[in-house]
């Protein structure tokens, strides 16, 4: 009876339309934003003007339908600067006759596609096979804990949906889109936290929040790069070194120079994935302030470590001569949060002298720090040469293999400590809080 016809894709501030789908019976829609009247509209062409201010954070707008004696008749919700596929998944468990779930099919449609171009199922971060069918049989697990069961179908490299099912640990109903996922820290003492040991730990508005699972699953590293590889082979070189290769025809070996001897080296862990987000945009606006950027795929441990791909991986082009570093850091949050896993920015600084973005970067390092998507920056210049590190605040030198090394090291200790904590119900990051005592901290 009422949905949203602007779909909010990117990130948006500022005085925008939002438009709705309206049928039936519909006297009146009232929009809320963050829990506040934002305006109403009484007929067609269901059109609001909503100031979504100047800074940039998460919102959620509420649509409610209301007919000819004010009784709300439906509802349509929407989360902005979160992330949003524009597609849908649901799951659904087959049990046995003790009520334990033994297997699971599932379905999903987007905008683009009817049928998703890759399946990924995992098990408590194990990948399960899934049949052409839509089915997948559960592997043995203990039922008195809790377990989590993610279906992620991706339609397009841009367009992918994901459901999360939780159940197991005494619980009888499964939770699905009602999950919010919420990384934190933890430390040495605190090195495999428990959802019982957790129970106690988050809030919001004063009110507990019930923890439903914690995982430790793979990593997403989206990293921010101008679009050549230029700079980075300039500073850092190929890390090639000479060594000596036997000859079949010959009993002395003789020189040869390995231009891909630092192929395996400062690695990611098994199962993690690094993106690159190029500083361009890349199509239209989906709705009318928001921007979208190119990216490239996801590379893993078997591809190459982190000097590898800085030096070899850069945008097919052409390319507008525009950089915009702060817009495209904020989208890649966006992105990293979107996978509800471990995750981090990298912000690779080169010879920039300028940046064209729309937010400024400490409003950038203010939406990751809301999202909870940690943020690291780099430079390829000394920080003194590089005129726009001074306005990121922290910014570590990697002109020198030895500074690379170093980052990277710290970047990998700040993921091994993360886990990612899902709570009951749906709710925007900056409303969760850490309660009075907690053992852990929020990543940010």
């Known amino acids: 009876m009422i949905a949203f016809a602007t779909l909010f894709l990117g990130l948006v501030t500022g005085v925008v339309p939002v438009n709705f789908l309206v049928e039936g019976s519909v006297a009146e829609v009232r929009l809320e934003m963050d829990g506040k009247e934002a305006g109403r509209v009484q007929g067609p062409p269901w059109t609001l003007t909503v100031d979504f201010g100047r800074e940039l954070m998460p919102r959620e707008l509420v649509a409610r339908a209301l007919d000819g004696q004010g009784k709300e008749v439906a509802t349509a919700r929407q989360m902005v600067n979160l992330p949003r596929p524009p597609a849908e998944v649901d799951v659904v468990l087959e049990r046995d006759k003790n009520g334990n779930p033994v297997a699971a099919t599932y379905s999903g449609a987007s905008l683009v596609s009817l049928q998703p171009a890759r399946v990924m199922v995992t ?4 990948p399960l096979a899934p049949s052409k069918a839509g089915r997948v049989e559960l592997p043995d697990y203990n039922p008195e804990e809790p377990h989590v069961l993610s279906v992620e179908l991706v339609f397009t490299p841009a367009v992918r949906s ?48 019930s923890v439903a699972a914690v995982e430790n699953g793979p990593v997403l590293l989206c990293v921010v790069r101008g679009p050549t590889v230029a700079t980075a082979l300039s500073v850092l070189g190929t890390g090639g070194k000479t060594t000596l290769k036997q000859e079949v025809s010959s009993k002395n070996p003789l020189p040869a120079y390995d231009r891909d001897a630092s192929r395996e080296l400062m690695t990611l862990d098994k199962g993690d994935r690094l993106r690159f987000l190029w500083p361009i945009t890349s199509v239209k606006n989906a709705a009318p302030g928001t921007q979208l950027f190119d990216h490239s795929h996801d590379f893993d441990v078997s591809d190459a470590g982190i000097h590898w791909l800085l030096t070899r991986v850069e945008h097919p082009g052409p390319y507008p001569g525009l950089e915009r570093l ?4 904020a989208v890649a949050g966006l992105e990293a949060a979107a996978s509800s896993s471990r995750r981090a920015v990298v912000l690779v600084l080169g010879d920039e002298v300028v940046d064209p973005s729309r937010y400024t970067p400490s409003a950038v390092r203010q939406y990751l ?6 943020l690291f920056v780099w430079s390829l210049r000394g920080i003194s040469m590089q005129s726009l590190a001074r306005e990121w605040g922290h910014v570590e030198d990697v002109s020198s293999m030895k500074g690379l090394v170093r980052a990277v090291d710290r970047l990998k200790a700040d993921l091994a400590k993360q886990r990612i904590v899902w709570v009951q119900g749906r ?3 900056q409303e969760i809080e850490l309660a009075e005592g907690a053992k852990v901290e929020l990543a940010r």
């Open 123 to 126: 098990f408590d971060s194990k």
């Open 162 to 209: 994901r459901a999360d099912v939780v159940f197991g640990g005494g619980t009888t109903s499964v939770a699905t889109s009602e999950l919010t996922a919420v990384p934190i820290r933890v430390g040495e003492a605190v090195d495999a936290p428990t959802p019982e040991g957790l129970s106690e730990s988050f809030t919001r508005t004063g009110a507990p929040l």
């Open 326 to 329: 702060a817009d495209a850091t």
């Open 369 to 374: 720090s809301m999202i909870r998507v940690p």
């Open 427 to 429: 709710y925007l990051p």
